[in-house]
């Protein structure tokens, strides 16, 4: 299972940007799925997660300006974030719980990061 982020980048502080995840490989189900983030010589912190039947929860520090959402039969989870901050330049990675095909039990995944720059 690979699990392959898209859409960071540079913008200015208010602006907006989506992250996008695409899971491959043979999956049988996904589970919970989630955003997390590292600034440089901070630790990982969660971003978002939202469970297979939709239920989202949110860090603090980015509640009512960012959304996460996701479409199983694409097996996909985004991240739409608005009114960026300086403070939420880090990279980006998503990470999610899979059924795979043949094995009999769940594991975890996470992708690579993607790189968010918000200018002041």
């Known amino acids: 299972v690979q699990l392959q982020a898209s859409g960071g980048g540079l913008v200015q502080a208010g602006g907006s940007l989506r992250l996008s995840c695409k899971v491959f490989?043979?999956?049988?189900?996904?589970?919970?799925m989630s955003w997390h983030r590292q600034a440089p010589g901070k630790e990982r912190e969660l971003v978002a997660v939202?469970?297979?039947?939709?239920?989202?929860n949110y860090g603090d520090s980015v509640k009512g300006r960012f959304t996460i959402s996701r479409d199983n039969a694409l097996n996909t989870v985004d991240l739409q974030m608005n009114n960026l901050k300086p403070e939420d330049t880090a990279d980006y990675f998503c990470?999610?719980?899979?059924?795979?095909?043949?094995?009999?039990?769940?594991?975890?995944?996470w992708g690579h990061g993607t790189l968010v720059t918000v200018s002041s």
């Open positions: 939202i469970t297979r039947g939709g239920t989202t």
């Open positions: 490989g043979k999956i049988n189900r996904a589970y919970n």
């Open positions: 990470n999610g719980d899979f059924d795979e095909y043949g094995l009999g039990f769940t594991s975890n995944y």
